[in-house]
């Protein structure tokens, strides 16, 4: 079957602090207005490319994935297990569920945290820290947001 792709680029261009959940909420806004029915979302920093034979995939959106679950900065695993950043994939109904992403969130840092919170309000993580359980001690029943296999999260 063919897969049909649409990106959009989200800029701010103000001389405001950045606003990352903003920015990507404006970007669901776009894609809510298309008229071509989206399975899957994926939001990402335009800086957090898939390496290169990673065999990331994209369509799979029954449960919000984080897509980059090995992060070479991170010695190839999430930063924690809490971790809802990077480049997370949901189909259209979860982020209405979880009303996308804080606005209140300005500089760096806070609205991964939020959004996992979100997730985790909506009963919506569907994992455990599965294949990462031994890089998080103590942490196997925690939910966590699910996760690819080894090898096909590669960022």
């Known amino acids: 079957s063919r897969l049909c792709w ?19 909420n404006v970007g669901l806004a776009l894609a809510g207005l298309e008229d071509k029915g989206f399975d899957c979302i994926v939001i990402q920093d335009i800086d957090t490319l898939p390496e290169i034979g990673a065999r990331v995939d994209f369509h799979q959106c029954a449960v919000p994935t984080q897509l980059s679950s090995e992060i ?5 695993k999430p930063p924690y297990l809490e971790n809802a950043g990077g480049v997370i994939n949901m189909n259209i109904d979860h982020w209405h569920v979880v009303n996308g992403f804080s606005n209140m969130y300005a500089g760096w840092g806070g609205e991964d945290d939020d959004l996992w ?23 196997q029943t925690k939910r966590a947001i699910m996760r690819p296999p080894r090898g096909q999260g590669r960022f």
């Open 6 to 24: 649409s990106f959009f680029i989200v800029e701010q261009f103000d001389t405001e602090l950045f606003n990352r959940g903003w920015l990507f």
């Open 72 to 76: 070479e900065c991170y010695g190839w």
């Open 117 to 139: 919170q979100r997730l985790s309000h909506s009963h919506l993580l569907q994992s455990s820290c599965g294949i990462f359980c031994d890089d998080f001690e103590s942490k």
